[in-house]
DNA sequence: GCAGGCTCTTGAGACGATTCAATAGTTTGC
DNA sequence: GCAAACTATTGAATCGTCTCAAGAGCCTGC
């Protein structure tokens, strides 16, 4: 451990504690014949400051926490990587914490970062009914819910997922399906319970001309949409759906696999369309239609509205940002020829 | 922020702020009916530990710091995820840090860990030379370098690059291929060179049947992968390589767009073989052959050996784990017919 | 020569939790 | 009945840094 600390650099330099600590933080007001003895008592020594004890004088650290729902989801990381490009500009840190969909890891992350008194969270939840993060934001550690509307308690970004599954319905249908299956996972994460109505109401508005399967995975994985893609390659083609909406492109590409190891051409025999336009889909087997995401804009915007919120608590007022998806078509999603 | 501290609950619980500590730590030592009214007042005002103080005064934290090279990199995230395994275990938090290839970055990002006085660091370097990090082992902080051996002033994990660059090689070579292109990136990553160094190994070793072409991109990416790819597809098809060998799968498939963009088969006009082999390369457009590497195993075994060496500095001792990596042929890499 | 105004520097007191020697109170053993 | 042993609690010191009121010099102007 770096263990060199102040009063030592102040005892080589034969300064006090004071003046070493306003050439670290004031230079100007340290006279120049001062300011160096420090500077090289302090290279020296190999000084290196504790940030920790600074923190604790501060009472506020320059690190947000942010949680999502699952790194290996390239979406969350880009959404990472665009608050990670704002944070830099405010010397801020950012943590990333996953939660991997499991309600007890996201609770264990959310006690550690607020015991480690961050700036503030940007997270994902993992469900809709969020009881912790309301006592947490209510003993006054700032929250803005990323990719998932607030009730009005916090500040939040998304993307309309209603409208996002409404086009991916609109087009499959456009595309002469009469038989979809909605390729899901658990309705308790917000995101894909809209995607699942946007899609609905889609089918809905064809007046019972289309039929809706569902089929729901205990999550959103490459491996959860091939085991579901087996099973539906399992069905008789009578019974089949032609067209399969996924929740999102990591099930979306597990579904392909699937469909490919049974011998299913897609999208002649089975039609694709994802959900977050992650750049993997563009590189797949069949190239993924997907309905995209502002996925870097999503962080960027969830990070500046909690530095607003930090900079300005009186001022602030909460706001619930949402932003339009739109649709990407790949061949993923050719027009329907019945075989 | 939660402002409420020990000594609030302390007043509440008409205890002192020793006993009200004593309940958190040892409540075993704390009389039943105490414990009881401290539990209370907790509860009533909401008291969340405060980490940064309990981190001064025992100085040293249960944080452990992980500089990788590309968080979009998929085989980063999974070793993240091997090394936060272990750390759940050991109630540590790992803090990813993205130094995006980029030194300034690293620098930047192992100032703020060292500040923080983390208990460790696992770091792949962007360049083979590493004089800061040396200071910083110098220090005290220790380091365990990930993916990149070291030469015996810390721990290393890392798979034999060379070996894996030989075999790649030597799969083209046996499969046909007698004008291979290694499309890597800038050499001053240690991986990289390696695995060009063992491509080259394995073409030396044919005797002079087959030639060697090197591209480089300042950045493993997809992108950097589809714009070597574009400029390859450009050549002349006598002049044209029949095989490509890329530093990595997110390059592999770039290049893959861009040779399905310029009407190129995969294999028939270009077999392809990539490195790390991660979950992507198997649903790509053309499934990827590519050189498996124990991706989460080598991000375990990181943080056993900085745990070990934490936990008893005395006894440890540094060392370097090599782990082989394994060929893993898919469509990408079939036979060489001449068309 | 001295008041008043500078410029630097100092030192003490937070910040919030932990630890440990000291103390008060209770039980046990004989 | 009293010393010894034990239990429960306290209070002060500590971790490393920052802040700020106060002080020490020094200069300037009159």
Same mark, same amino acid.
Request: proline share 6%; aromatic share 4%.
């Given at each position: ?63 947000? %926490?942010? @949680?999502? =729902?699952?790194? $290996? ?5 880009? /959404? #990472?990587? +665009? ?124 007046? %019972?001309? @289309?039929? =809706?399967?569902? $089929? ?5 994985? /490459? #491996?959860? +949409? ?114």
């Amino acid at each position: 451990m770096a263990t060199t600390n102040i009063k030592e650099v102040a005892q080589l330099a034969r300064v006090s504690v004071g003046t070493v600590s306003n050439v670290l933080n004031r230079p100007e007001i340290v006279s120049p014949a001062t300011r160096e003895r420090v500077f090289e008592a302090i290279k020296k020594l190999g000084f290196v400051r504790n940030e920790v004890a600074r923190h604790l004088r501060a009472g506020r650290s320059r690190t947000v %926490g942010l @949680v999502v =729902l699952d790194v $290996a989801n390239p979406f969350f990381v880009d /959404v #990472a990587t +665009g608050a990670e490009a704002v944070a830099d500009d405010h010397d801020t840190m950012v943590v990333l914490c996953n939660s991997a969909g499991d309600p007890g890891r996201e609770r264990r992350h959310l006690d550690q970062l607020e015991q480690q008194r961050v700036m503030g969270i940007l997270i994902t939840p993992v469900e809709a009914e969020t009881p912790w993060l309301e006592e947490l934001v209510a003993r006054g550690t700032p929250v803005v819910l990323v990719d998932s509307p607030a009730t009005g308690l916090q500040c939040s970004v998304a993307v309309d997922d209603r409208l996002g599954g409404q086009i991916a319905g609109a087009h499959l249908i456009e595309r002469g399906h009469r038989r979809i299956v909605f390729v899901g996972g658990p309705p308790s994460i917000k995101q894909v319970a809209d995607r699942q109505a946007g899609v609905t109401s889609a089918v809905a508005a064809s007046g %019972g001309a @289309v039929e =809706l399967l569902t $089929a729901t995975a205990p999550a959103l994985t /490459v #491996a959860e +949409g091939r085991a579901i893609g087996e099973r539906v390659a399992a069905l008789p083609p009578a019974e089949r759906p032609t067209a399969a909406f996924c929740a999102n492109d990591m099930m979306a590409l597990g579904f392909l696999q699937a469909m490919a190891s049974h011998g299913l051409r897609v999208p002649a025999d089975m039609a694709i369309i994802g959900y977050d336009d992650i750049d993997f889909a563009a590189a797949a087997a069949v190239p993924l239609s997907s309905v995209r995401q502002p996925r870097e804009l999503l962080g960027r915007t969830a990070i500046d509205l909690l530095l607003e919120e930090v900079s300005d608590p009186e001022q602030h007022r909460h706001r619930q940002v949402i932003f339009q998806p739109d649709l990407v078509v790949r061949d993923s999603s050719a027009p329907y020829r019945s075989s």
